[in-house]
Each structure stands twice: as C-alpha cells, then as structure tokens.
C-alpha cells in the first residue's frame, strides 16, 4: 500500500508540477535564461559548426560568451572555451586542424588566440596594445593578417595635458583624436607583428578584410579618415609583397556625395570580388555588385531583387553568391547565380537572426548553417544541407524557455497613399477573443529595419502582461524594397505617422482590442516615431520614449552618424544652407509639438549614447515638466545606444512594463 501510495503521489507531483510550469508566463527573471547564438562557422569538412554562445551571468552583470563546436550528424555540442568571460570571431584553419577567436588578455585588451582541435590549451598570438579588431587566416593557414587602431604618437603629451584635439565629422561625446586602424601580419605561431598598411585613412573596426585564394593580396574597405562621420568609403587591395594600394572600384565620387563600398570577399577561384554599394546618396540598404580582382565596372548582382542587402557569402564553385534581406514579415535567403535565376531557399516558419549583419555561414557542397528563430521559439543554429534542402535544427539551448508558452504572432496589412504596409502583432499566452485587450504599440528603430515573426523577448514580455503589441512596418522600413525604405526621405514624421495611425485604425475595428486603453513604447527611431505620434495624435494612455530622435537638427549637429542626416532629410542639402531643409527639419522634428503632448510619458536614456545624445532626451523632458505633463526620466549611467548588460537590460524592461501596468491595468 506505501509503494502504491508513493507511486501516485509522484505522478500526482509530477503532473501537477508539468502544469503548473505550463501555466505561468514569461517574466523578467526569464531574460537570464535565454542564451544568445552568433557567429556560425562551418568546418572545411562539413562535418561541424562552431558558434559563439552567450549567457546572461548578473553575479558580474556581463554576457559570458563560449565558443561551442556542433557535429553536423548528430547535434552533439562540444564546448571548447571555458574560463574566457568573452570570445567572438571563431574562425577554422584552413586545413580545419585549429582555430582561432578574439579574447581579451590579462591586460584586457583583445588578442588573436589559437586552440588546436585535437587538445591542448589556446596559446596567445598577438601582443596588441590598441587591441585586434578582426582578423583573417591567409589561405595557407601560416598567417594572420589583422586590424587594430594605432597608438597615439602624442602619448607622454597627452599624460601632461596636452590633450586638445581636433574636432571634425563626429560625435559631441569625443573627447580625443580617433585613431586609424590598419592591417598589420603576423605568423599563426606567433611572433612579431609586421604592418602592412599605413596612413591617415583607416580600416572600420565593424569592416571586413579578405584575403585572396593565391596569399597575394588582401582586400579591405577604407575611409577617408578614422572620424565616425565619414560618408566615403571605398573597396582598396593591398600587395602582400610591396604593400602596393589599388582601389578596384571606378566611380566618379563627388567629394560631397554619400558613397559607401563595404565587405569586400574574393571568390573561391580568385577571380572575382563581391562587394555592396549603397544606391546613390542612400544611406542604409545595399545591393551586391561583382567585379574582377583588377577592378573595372562592377555589375549589381541584386538589382532584380529590390531588398536591402547587409552580407553577401560566396557559393563554394564561384557560381553565385548567398543573400539574405528583411523580407515582408521575416528574413529571406537567396542564392543569386552570378549569370541566371535568383532563387529564394526554404527556411520554413524561421527568420534568420540579425540586423544590418545576419548570422548564416556556408559550407561544403553550399550547406548553410544559419541562427534563427521563429515566434514562439528562441535563438537556435539550423542547417541545409543542400540549398534544395529543409532547415535542420542542431542545437536545444533555448529549451527551457521555448517550454513557457509564449504569445503567438500574426502579419497583417492596410492600406496608406499608395503604398500597403504591414505589420506584427503579438497575443497574450492566453489570448480569448472573446475578452478585450489593451494595445501596446511598438513601432521599431532605424528606420531602416523591420519587426517581423521572430521571438522577441521584450515583445513576448509585454504579452505576457496582458497586452496586445502591435509593431507596425510604415514607411522607412527595409521590407519590401527601396522606393518604400526611401519614402520617409525628407518626411521623417508625417508619412510614416500615417501609416501608424492608419494601421492602428484598422485593429481598433477587431472586438478584442480595448480602444480606450492604447500606449506606445519605441526606441532609438522607435522612439521618435513614439513622440512623433504623442504630440500630433491624441488618445494614449501613456508613452515610453527610448534614446528618442526628437531634434532631427540637433541629431545632424551632435550625432556620431549625423552627417548622414543630410542624406536622409535634405537629399544632400545641410540645414544650415538651404532655408527649406531647415525649416522641413522644424517641421519633422517632434520637439516641435512637444507642447501638445497630454499623455504620460516615460523617457530612458544612456548618459553616453553618440548615436542619439541624451541632449535631446533632456530638452523634451523639459518640455514635457514645464507644460506639466505627468513625465518620468530614466537615464543610465553607460555609454551606448541602449543597455547591453544583464541587469540594466532588465532594469530597462521593468521600467518599461511597470509604466505599462500603471496606465493599462
């Protein structure tokens, strides 16, 4: 009878605790949970993958980060890093006999360092003291060649206080003279670094450097100087021998254009060079263009295709290149032959993770490892074995959380002017139709960008709280082609507001949405779209406005990328030359209406964000307080365009969802 018993009082615990975990919702402390994946490498065999696989730790309040290795056949995971609190840019031998990451040292700078696969400990290879910024494996695997930033040759002065500085084409958070980053060689087992390129031009740390298949040369794109608010840059090859420069590229560039060459990659065969280009004068979205190793006119390879390009990888037989854009509601990925019909690959329900980068890497026979995710299912690495083939996920980390039930998502479209956007709207885990929800509207950052069906924790945890988002794709967006990503040049507010409201008139006619209780919450772009609306539309319960855009004039003069704003808003024309860019710049600009806004408003910021100053955060609050209009600001103490860390990160989504529940519940 005590065996019976105790029998059933386990299945009773067992059952009972399986739905009692089926029942409760995604929360905040749920955030520490979730591991983030990057980075996939393929080995020369196809036999493995490595990725890059990082964990919230708030005992120290970083994202420890692993190198793991994923045996194709079975999925098995072998973790190859250990007490590293951060590694990045795993890349295979050529001979897939080692491999090689970015770790910082004891000194904290960041160094190449080589583990080889069949045991032992990772050895240092660099003794940077700018730290490396990237690296590639020369072809016969017995070279680095790498980036860093140059020391400053002024340093003692500096110490004594000879430290002004030059200001130029870059953020007002700058407090010294930016360095160029330049190409520098090294031998695979270690030694003294040669450099190999020099000058006042530099190499971004965010670029690429590709190196040809004969060791001869070595492709890279440069600017003209190493100020964050250069709007030039161009593909260049460098003699390995001479340190001879050649820019493979032709154009004209008129020296107040926006002209961007960027991630240049040698084909297999060494006979030809992908590169993307921006369109003329346009700032965010590429096409991928092709030319020969000794240049000439590039042809663009994507131009049928009409979505905005951040990668291009090549095919393994030099016959077509590998793309993948923001497409409708999710991420895309084509092969594009270099002479025939574009191809569009099936990834089933699962959007490729990324943005203005997108983590996918192909292998032997044009396999294709990808991180992706899909609504209801976090960050994990798939495969194809074949371009014909269907995704084949490797990796469970995400488990625990893919096991709460998440809220289910669904694209819809509506009609503004002539174009139809669309957007994302995200449900309640226990969504009934029968019952009616608040609205949380979230337009996303950018512009250029797109909120597709993709998990998104801070979308999941305002469902998860009752709430109905809606994240809506208006004008700007990167989704269905150039002319609607460029639509919102020079009309920053108004068309894209429209296409807001328009949207949400529609889901106000769905019995389920509570059209007495709607917010808006947003960030960076998101966050001037949030202000925008609040001070030209009236009837929201409350507002959270993110590193918000609401001066596009102060954002020109004081941000790290503001030149660009001559692009984005005057087609070329600065604010201060051209009577009518200033006053459309007035026009557009929500500090403008900041005097109408009734709705209570949360505003967060970082005290050192170059993207968007906090400068602008304080001048609406100010508005916001001396109209007094119920308002709260935020601001933490780091630098960055948002917080990156695990307890801020939380922190900033508390703040989100406690002002939410205020208003909303």
């Not at 440069?222 to 032709?250: C, D, F, H, M, W």
């Not at 943005?355 to 995710?373: D, L, Q, V």
């Amino acid at each position: 009878m005590r065996i019976a018993f105790t029998f059933l009082t386990s299945l009773f615990l067992v059952f009972g605790q399986s739905n009692v975990y089926a029942q409760r919702k995604f929360e905040l402390n749920d955030l520490q949970k979730l591991y983030s994946l990057t980075d996939p490498q393929i080995s020369p065999d196809g036999k493995s993958v490595l990725i890059v696989v990082s964990k919230p730790d708030t005992t120290i309040n970083k994202n420890k980060s692993f190198i793991y290795k994923v045996e194709v056949a079975t999925g098995v995971t072998q973790q190859l890093t250990f007490e590293r609190v951060s590694v990045s840019s795993p890349r295979w031998s050529p001979l897939g006999n080692a491999i090689a990451f970015i770790s910082a040292d004891a000194a904290g700078k960041n160094q190449i360092f080589a583990l080889p696969m069949n045991g032992g400990e990772a050895k240092k290879i660099t003794n940077s003291p700018t730290g490396v910024q990237q690296f590639t494996f020369s072809p016969d695997g017995t070279t680095f060649a790498f980036t860093q930033p140059d020391e400053k040759s002024n340093k003692k002065e500096i110490e004594k206080g000879y430290d002004a500085f030059e200001v130029n084409k870059n953020s007002m958070f700058f407090n010294a003279k930016p360095s160029s980053s330049h190409i520098w060689l090294i031998s695979t087992e270690g030694s003294e670094a040669k450099r190999l390129t020099t000058g006042n031009w530099t190499i971004p740390a965010d670029g690429y450097i590709s190196w040809s298949p004969d060791g001869k040369v070595i492709a890279f794109q440069s600017y003209e100087s190493p100020y964050s608010g250069e709007l030039i840059s161009l593909i260049k090859t460098v003699e390995i021998a001479t340190g001879k420069i050649n820019r493979i590229t032709q154009n004209q560039i008129s020296p107040d254009a926006m002209h961007i060459e960027r991630q240049p990659i040698f084909s297999p065969d060494g006979k030809h060079i992908v590169f993307q280009r921006n369109l003329e004068n346009v700032g965010y979205g590429f096409d991928v263009f092709l030319t020969s190793i000794t240049g000439g006119n590039a042809v663009n390879l994507t131009t049928k295709l009409d979505r905005c390009f951040f990668k291009a990888v090549w095919s393994n037989d030099s016959k077509a290149i590998f793309v993948v854009a923001n497409d409708f509601n999710t991420t895309s990925l084509w092969m594009q032959p270099l002479y025939g019909t574009t191809k569009k690959l099936n990834l089933s329900n699962l959007s490729i993770a990324g943005g203005y980068w997108y983590e996918y890497n192909i292998g032997k026979n044009n396999s294709i490892a990808f991180i992706a995710s899909s609504p209801q299912s976090p960050q994990e690495l798939y495969l194809l074995e074949t371009p014909e083939s269907i995704p084949k996920k490797l990796t469970n980390f995400n488990d625990e959380v893919r096991n709460i039930p998440l809220g289910k998502q669904e694209t819809f479209s509506w009609k503004s002017d002539e174009f139809t956007p669309n957007g994302i709207l995200t449900f309640p885990p226990d969504f009934d139709p029968a019952k009616k929800y608040p609205l949380v509207l979230e337009p996303h950052g950018g512009p250029r960008a797109t909120s597709k069906e993709s998990f998104n924790s801070s979308v999941q945890l305002k469902a998860a709280h009752g709430y109905i988002v809606f994240q809506p794709n208006f004008r700007g967006s990167d989704n269905v082609g150039y002319r609607f990503s460029e639509a919102n040049n020079g009309d920053f507010g108004e068309g894209p507001g429209r296409d807001v409201m328009r949207g949400l008139t529609e889901l106000k006619k769905r019995s389920y949405i509570d059209n007495s209780k709607i917010a808006v919450t947003g960030w960076s772009y998101g966050g001037f779209m949030t202000t925008w609306l609040i001070g030209n539309y009236q009837g929201w319960k409350c507002a959270v406005a993110g590193a918000a855009v609401t001066d596009l004039i102060a954002e020109y003069t004081l941000s790290d990328h503001g030149s660009m704003g001559r692009f984005e808003q005057g087609k070329g024309k600065s604010p201060f030359t051209d009577k009518k860019v200033k006053e459309n710049g007035i026009k557009n600009s929500p500090i403008t209406y900041a005097e109408n806004v009734k709705t209570p408003t949360l505003i967060l910021s970082n005290t050192g964000d170059e993207r968007v100053p906090i400068s602008q955060s304080y001048t609406y609050f100010r508005v916001l307080q001396d109209n007094g209009v119920e308002s709260k600001f935020m601001a933490f103490p780091i630098t960055g365009h948002s917080p990156t860390d695990p307890i801020r990160i939380k922190e900033m989504n508390r703040f989100i969802l406690e002002w939410l529940d205020k208003y909303l519940k």
